[in-house]
């Protein structure tokens, strides 16, 4: 019984060690490439509303998110999925849709501007 408790503890352990490194490296990515001041602040809660809520996102601000770069994006989004406020939504479905919001932009950004 003893070593169930001990193997118990050492479980919530390991995934507790887990949840901290994942945090590190994400804050480590958002330090280095420094990802915080690459989008004003209307593009940010553009990209926000279009990922974690409904809405849509202007052209300006999919230009914005593309120079943020994909490295940046994916660690402010599992950084941002790392708050308390955001446990109860299901992390799968956030990433899911945050690849689908990037490979529009990238669309966006690719396709070319019809002839005037």
Known sequence: MA????????????LTC???????????IIKEKNCE?????????EAFT??????????KCCGELVVLGK????????RTLENPL???LSP?????KSIQTWNNFLAL???PSPSA
């Not at 001041?37 to 809660?45: I, S």
């Not at 279009?50 to 052209?59: D, L, Q, R, V």
């Open 71 to 78: 490295v940046c994006h994916s660690a402010l989004v599992k």
């Open 37 to 45: 001041t690459k989008m004003g602040l209307p593009c940010v809660l």
């Open 18 to 28: 887990g949840a901290v490194m994942a945090t590190k490296e994400n804050d480590q």
């Open 50 to 59: 279009s990922i974690f809520e409904t809405g849509s996102i202007s052209n």
């Open 3 to 14: 070593s169930l408790h001990v193997y118990s503890v050492l479980v919530v352990l390991l």
């Open 109 to 111: 950004i690719d396709s």
């Open 92 to 96: 799968a479905a956030i990433i899911a």
């Open 86 to 88: 955001f446990k109860d």
